[in-house]
């Protein structure tokens, strides 16, 4: 463990990624869906633009900082947040000041820009919370645990550069599997990350996921991919909600890990017009009994579906079957 000889922040501070727009000749711009990125592996695909030619990536970002324990204690001053964009391999470095939110005292938000002539393969994004410690200027009190990785090629938002979806039978595999023989896919939130079970005892399924032949099974490889990420979104909520560290006043704690993340990113949905905080508050009395919890559930499908884009693919899938239907009749 590392010492400082200053006193250092002791809560978690927290970011992720709102928004990616990609900046082209004569100033074009691609505002990125929010498949480019990933709360849960806190990665941004840069690759998944739709043109080649792109020349900067403008990144909005939002840093969560315990300011409440910055003014109880007084240590330290001119309080600042900044993010920092660093590779390695090009040894590039940008730095971007955050901008406290005035409706929230804990929330920080800004943009970062990178300039693709100075990036070759993956960025790290970090964010620190700057002041004033011991009368000495410009002291790092506090930092986000893990970077934010900015790939600039990939398509797909993963960390470990493979996605973690496995095809195993349900009816011969681990025994608490074998309950679900009947299910085309399981969540599976029990490990480090989660992780998608795909039931290869359902006939059809591990080809139609993985399927680049015709184009109706291509379509329906999308909407069945949109349906599993909507899965994936509504197991993590509930596993981030049901894990929750809890104050000795009864306020529920943001877990500083992707739970986290993820809680910060569906809860304006769940719970609309209310502070992260007051999201979670209401959440958390829900859950345990003091309200309706069942009330809420549309609302986590909606957000889990918005996030999943499935009104997008939904309604692509809904023009490309017209347009097969019509070359088909041509």
């Known amino acids: 463990m590392k010492a400082y000889p200053y006193p250092r922040l002791t809560g978690a501070v927290t970011m992720r990624v709102t928004a990616v727009c990609l900046r082209g000749p004569a ?40 300011m409440g324990e910055v003014e109880a204690k007084g240590y330290w001053s001119d309080v600042a947040v900044v993010a920092v964009l660093t590779e390695g391999a090009t040894n590039a470095r940008t730095v971007a000041r ?27 994004l970090t964010v620190h919370v700057v002041a004033t410690a011991g009368e000495v200027e410009g002291r790092i009190i ?6 934010w990785m900015i790939d600039v090629t990939a398509d797909t938002p993963l960390r470990d550069r493979e996605l973690d979806v496995s095809a195993v039978s349900f009816a011969r595999g681990a025994e608490w599997l074998r309950s679900f023989r009947d299910a085309p896919w399981i969540v599976d939130t029990a490990g480090r990350m989660p992780a998608v079970r795909l039931n290869s005892d359902f006939e059809g399924l591990v080809a139609l996921v993985e399927s680049q032949a015709s184009k109706v099974e291509s379509i329906v490889g999308e909407m069945l991919l949109a349906q599993m990420c909507a899965d994936v979104w509504t197991a993590v909520f509930h596993t981030a909600v049901g894990d929750l560290e809890i104050e000795d006043d009864g306020t529920p704690l943001f877990p500083p890990d992707w739970r986290g993340a993820v809680l910060r990113e569906m809860l304006p949905d769940v719970v609309p017009g209310r502070s ?41 899938a809904v023009r490309d079957i017209e347009r097969f239907d019509q070359e088909t009749h041509a």
């Open 27 to 66: 100033d074009s711009r691609e505002q990125l869906d929010s498949r480019a990125y990933s709360v849960v592996e806190q990665v941004v695909a840069l690759g998944r633009a739709e043109r080649a030619d792109w020349q900067t990536a403008r990144i909005a970002l939002t840093a969560n900082v315990p």
């Open 98 to 124: 955050l901008d406290r939110n005035t409706d929230s005292g804990r929330d920080w938000s800004g943009e970062i820009e990178l300039d693709r002539d100075y990036h070759s393969d993956r960025a790290s």
């Open 142 to 147: 506090a930092s986000t645990d893990q970077e």
């Open 276 to 316: 992260a905080e007051d999201a979670l508050r209401e959440v958390h009395m829900r859950r345990a009994g003091e309200g309706s919890w069942m009330n809420l559930q549309p609302r986590i499908q909606y957000a889990a579906a918005r996030r999943a884009e499935i009104p997008k693919v939904l309604a692509g």
